[in-house]
């Protein structure tokens, strides 16, 4: 058995949990998406060197370095404008829900979203039916009474008295009753 492969995958696994870090959740309405366009960096470093000649005398430098990196992907204009675009379709679709609960408007802790909502009027969607049915049912009542033989499934709607299943016939054994045994498989 290979030991020296077994205890480089230990080894490769230890280095690997040190490393990782757990997957937490993300809040879609508040972070960025993953935007990024670059970083700069400022990093000094001291060295410092003994060296063990006769007179033993030490050297000592220190450096300053700036380090800038730009990461490939679209250009950082355009990705602002994604996650810019993004915030506002989502606030589209919220802030009827805002402006709707005026109590948001008194509490301070909603201040922001309250301003940013301001003046938002959500377009109504006209086209549910006004008796609170869906368009689905609609339709199967129309067809069901154009086509009064065929029995739908869910048929709730036209003839609600009339049931497929006939309960009649079925009856509930006493509590006592012993239920019989399966028949044995006959082996051949």
Do not use: H
């Not at 805002?98 to 009027?121: H, I, Q």
């Amino acid at each position: 058995m290979n030991y020296y492969f077994t205890g480089l995958i230990i080894l490769a696994l230890t280095i690997l949990a040190l490393f990782v870090e757990p997957a937490y959740p993300r809040n879609e309405y508040l972070n960025d998406y993953g935007v990024r366009c670059g970083e700069f960096e400022i990093r000094t470093d001291k060295r410092e060197t003994d060296y063990n000649y006769s007179d033993s005398s030490t050297n000592e430098q220190q450096y300053l370095s700036f380090t800038y990196r730009k990461y490939l992907g679209t250009d950082c204009k355009t990705a602002k404008e994604n996650v810019a675009i993004k915030q506002q379709l989502e606030l589209m679709k919220m802030c009827g829900r805002v402006n709707s609960n005026p109590s948001l408007a008194y509490n301070s802790n909603f201040d922001l979203l309250v301003s940013k909502c301001r003046g938002v009027t959500p377009a109504r969607d006209n086209t549910r039916p006004s008796d609170s049915q869906s368009l689905w049912d609609d339709m199967k009542d129309e067809y069901k009474k154009e086509n009064p033989e065929v029995n739908l499934m869910g048929d709730k709607f036209i003839n609600s008295g009339k049931t497929k299943l006939d309960k009649s016939g079925l009856k509930i054994p006493p509590k006592d009753y012993i239920l019989p045994l399966p028949k044995p498989k006959q082996n051949e």
